[in-house]
């Protein structure tokens, strides 16, 4: 941009300085410097300096054109590149490769409960609306599972302790609603690990850190 100005500046430096040349020439045809031209001489060389004038025009009437494209694609790109910077930050976190903060519930688990009792709770979390899940510090991303018997269960080969908490991020009543209605998972949990407590708590704002491992895949390749 500063060159292109410095460009539109030395351009209409030369215009001004032409026509001042062409005044002179016109002033001065008595002069002793244009004594020895001709009147047809004088002609062409007003004429010469007519035509370099109207090139200049010209020149500086595109560099102008070209300034104020530049600041439209210049405006335009830097809207552009905010939007997409936007969205790259919400992907990130949603993916779970950056930390998220909102409202949502916690849900502490204590006593003897399986893997797969656990996955049924996360699954339900999921199906029930939650944006973004964790378990105690380890986020819950595609491809993350809880496995184990009751007091070895383990996540992203962190071993869970008991009791443990899952945080959810969420609505917090939809999430609540969802998990502690007559028969939902948290009845159905209760039925199948009877010495296992499940407490569902809604909380106004929970933190949950991002994912430790690469979501970087192995087989499949971006295609646009």
């Known amino acids: 941009m500063h060159q292109v100005r410095s460009q539109l500046t030395i351009a209409a430096v030369a215009l001004l300085l032409g026509v001042l040349v062409v005044v002179q020439l016109r002033g001065q045809q008595e002069a002793n410097a244009l ?74 688990v204590s006593g003897p409960i399986g893997g797969p009792g656990v996955e049924d709770l ?31 269960l383990s996540i992203e080969n962190t071993a869970i302790n008991d009791p443990f908490e899952i945080r959810a991020i969420g609505s917090r009543e939809a999430l609540t609603g969802s998990l502690t209605r007559i028969g939902g998972i948290v009845a159905q949990l209760s039925a199948t690990y009877p010495s296992a407590v499940v407490t569902v708590t809604p909380v106004d704002a929970l933190r949950l850190p991002p994912t430790t491992r690469s979501l970087q895949p192995a087989f499949g390749t971006p295609r646009l």
């Not at 002609?43 to 494209?69: C, I, M, P, Y």
């Not at 899940?133 to 018997?149: D, H, K, L």
Request: glycine content about 12%; overall charge negative.
């Open 122 to 152: 996360l699954n339900e979390l999921l199906t029930a609306g939650a944006e973004a899940v964790a378990v105690e510090e380890v986020r819950v991303v595609p491809g993350s599972v809880v496995a184990g018997p009751p007091g070895g």
């Open 35 to 108: 004594a020895g031209l001709s009147a047809q001489e004088l002609t062409v060389l007003v004429g010469n300096l007519d035509a370099h004038n109207e090139q200049l025009r010209k020149e500086v009437a595109a560099l102008e054109a070209q300034q104020a494209d530049i600041a439209a694609a210049e405006s335009r790109g830097d809207s552009s590149v905010d939007g997409i910077r936007s969205d790259l930050a919400r992907v990130r976190a949603w993916a779970g490769l950056d930390p998220v903060m909102g409202e949502g519930v916690t849900i502490t």
